[in-house]
Every structure is written in structure tokens, then in C-alpha cells.
């Protein structure tokens, strides 16, 4: 059973910087793509970042040149490095992951979901 932990949101000021992590356990296939997802109530769920196992990133527009997605496979967690954040960026965050993927951007839906983590950017 694949179970996911977010961690580190909080409530910063326009400009500032935050990192989540996801700490992850019960993988057990091969080709595993992590993302970070993000909803604001009354809204859908965006993708923010993803990686999968050879390093390979995909970055929603809104978030490139400013977010970084990472991951150290030995401590089996997820980074999401935010830089230079900004009002809209305020949403739950989600960290989530599916095994035996083939593909791995921001636009496919994922199996497995961690509970969400809050962030809020003020102005």
C-alpha cells in the first residue's frame, strides 16, 4: 500500500520562498512518476510538477522558472522547492504518485494521493 506525507506548508509573504516534502513508503513496481498538485476550493486540480524515475521534470506554465520539483530516492521523499511566490500559489498542495507509468506530466491523473498540505502566499 502506497502511502504519501506532505509536509512544510505554511503562510508566507509575496516574494518568499517555501519547500515541501513528501515522504513516501510501499512502492513496489518499477517506473514511478511523483507530482505535486495543487486546489483552491470551487476549483479543479491543477498540476504544479512532476518527476519520474530518470529525473525527468514537467512544469506547469505557471510555475516554471519558480518551482523546482526533486527527489532523493534514498530517503524515498519528494521536494518541491517555491521561489518567488505569489498570491495566486495559494492552494492546498498535494503530493501524489502512481507505479508502472509509462508517462509523467502535470496533465495525467495520478493513483495515489497524500492528504495536502496548505500553502498561503499574501499580498
Known amino acids: 500500500q502506497v502511502h504519501l506525507v506532505e509536509s512544510g506548508g505554511g503562510s508566507v509573504q509575496a516574494g518568499e520562498s517555501l519547500t515541501l516534502s513528501c515522504s513516501g513508503s510501499g512502492f513496489t513496481y518499477k517506473r514511478i512518476c511523483m507530482g505535486w498538485f495543487r486546489q483552491v476550493p470551487g476549483k479543479e486540480r491543477e498540476g504544479v510538477a512532476t518527476?519520474?524515475?530518470?529525473?525527468?521534470?514537467n512544469y506547469a506554465d505557471s510555475v516554471k522558472g519558480r518551482f523546482t520539483i526533486s527527489k532523493d530516492n534514498a530517503k524515498d521523499t519528494l521536494y518541491l522547492q517555491m521561489n518567488s511566490l505569489k498570491p495566486e500559489d495559494t492552494a492546498m498542495y498535494y503530493c501524489?504518485?502512481?507505479?508502472?507509468?509509462?508517462?509523467?506530466?502535470?496533465?495525467?491523473?495520478?493513483?495515489?494521493w497524500g492528504q495536502g498540505t496548505q500553502v498561503t502566499v499574501s499580498s
Open positions: 501524489a504518485a502512481d507505479s508502472d507509468s509509462w508517462t509523467c506530466t502535470v496533465d495525467q491523473p495520478l493513483n495515489y
Open positions: 518527476i519520474d524515475d530518470d529525473g525527468r521534470t
